[in-house]
């Protein structure tokens, strides 16, 4: 079994910074991707950022330039440095990870909540 322990969330206010950590454990063999995805009340799960094993990164319009994601492949661990924070921000924090094992598979943390006020 695969788990994701985050951390990092807090209560910041706009303009500052804050730091996600995702770290994984468990049977790891081969990882596809990792990334980080958020939801905010309301609306639908969207993804933030995708780091893939070669260390391609994509991420989404509204965080561009803004937030940075990277990876430790010896912790298994996936960061997401955001900085310039905005209110829009707020949302809980979602890591997630695509492993290779006998076939394709996902996993998902628990969540950390970022909360941005004015």
């Known amino acids: 079994q695969v788990q994701l322990v985050e951390s990092g969330g807090a209560l910041v206010q706009a303009g500052e910074s804050l730091r996600l950590s995702c770290a994984a454990s468990?049977?790891?063999?081969?990882?596809?991707?990792m990334g980080w995805y958020r939801q905010a009340p309301g609306n639908e799960r969207e993804r933030v950022a995708v780091?893939?094993?070669?260390?391609?990164?994509t991420y989404a319009d509204s965080v561009k330039d803004r937030f940075t994601i990277s990876k430790d492949n010896v912790k298994n661990t996936v960061y997401l440095q955001m900085n310039s924070l905005k209110p829009e921000d707020t949302a809980v924090y979602y890591c997630?990870?695509?492993?290779?094992?006998?076939?394709?598979?996902?996993?998902w943390g628990q969540g950390t909540q970022v909360t941005v006020s004015l």
């Open positions: 997630h990870l695509v492993l290779r094992e006998v076939v394709i598979r996902d996993y």
């Open positions: 468990g049977r790891i063999f081969s990882i596809i991707n």
């Open positions: 780091i893939t094993s070669s260390g391609i990164t």
